[in-house]
């Protein structure tokens, strides 16, 4: 049964830094990894998704690594903003429409 | 991508009451798919609803709680019945592109007393 985990679960850090947010899933038989923004109360909005074919992708100043054989992908956030503070959550695909949601890394960007 | 509107955004409703989720598509879509997030956790996969078939429940999720109808290929809703403070939640609506990448409504956060 695949399960997705995050660390930390929460982070706070200056305006300007660069960011690492983790995440750890048991079953490499990942179809794909996707990476969500979620601001409180709100829907989910996605950020990147990595094939599991794929390394990493970019997009602006966000990029997202999938390692498969370790069971984990991260996501990079550089040059951090305030605007950025929300809660982060990765989420595996194993395919047959079954996608296990970790329970999310709630980042605070103080300016 | 796509997307997603979900009615009503929020609601208050009293214990014993029923609530109808609307979520509208702006493409045409096989599967869609709804889900619950409980106060400070993450999201719970409820049930998937494919167009012209019954939906298919989760483990802990039946019918009878949460009915669903998909009448076509871009609307669906959800009702939750007989509430109770335990259903308070932010009910979620999402469908999956061709490349797998899954895509949310803004949610239905609801409140029950």
């Known amino acids: 049964k695949q399960e997705v985990t995050q660390i930390p679960a929460a982070l706070s850090v200056p305006e300007g830094e660069n960011l690492v947010l983790n995440c750890s899933f048991t079953d490499s038989a990942i179809y794909n990894l996707q990476w969500f923004r979620q601001d409180p109360g709100k829907g989910l909005t996605s950020l990147l998704l990595?094939?599991?074919?794929?390394r990493e992708q970019t997009s602006g100043r966000l990029n997202a690594s999938l390692d498969k054989s370790s069971g984990r992908s991260t996501l990079y956030i550089a040059a951090s903003q305030p605007g950025d503070s929300a809660t982060y959550l990765c989420?595996?695909?194993?395919?047959?429409?079954?996608?296990?949601f970790g329970a999310g890394t709630r980042l605070f960007v103080k300016a | 991508s796509a997307v997603i509107s979900q009615k009503p955004s929020r609601d208050i409703c009293q214990r014993g009451t029923s609530l109808t989720i609307q979520c509208q598509v702006d493409?045409?879509?096989?599967?869609m798919f709804w889900y619950r997030q409980q106060p400070g956790q993450s999201l719970t996969l409820i049930a998937t609803?494919?167009?012209?078939?019954?939906?298919?429940?989760e483990s802990g999720f039946v019918i009878d709680k949460f009915p669903i109808s998909r009448p076509n290929l871009t609307f669906s809703t959800l009702t939750v019945s007989n509430m109770s403070p335990e259903d308070s939640s932010i009910y979620l609506c999402?469908?999956?592109?061709?490349?797998?990448?899954?895509?949310f409504g803004e949610g239905s956060r609801l409140t029950v007393l």
């Open positions: 609803a494919n167009q012209g078939s019954e939906a298919t429940y």
């Open positions: 989420a595996g695909n194993t395919g047959g429409f079954k996608t296990i």
């Open positions: 990595i094939q599991s074919s794929q």
């Open positions: 999402s469908v999956e592109s061709g490349s797998g990448e899954l895509f």
């Open positions: 493409s045409q879509v096989t599967m």
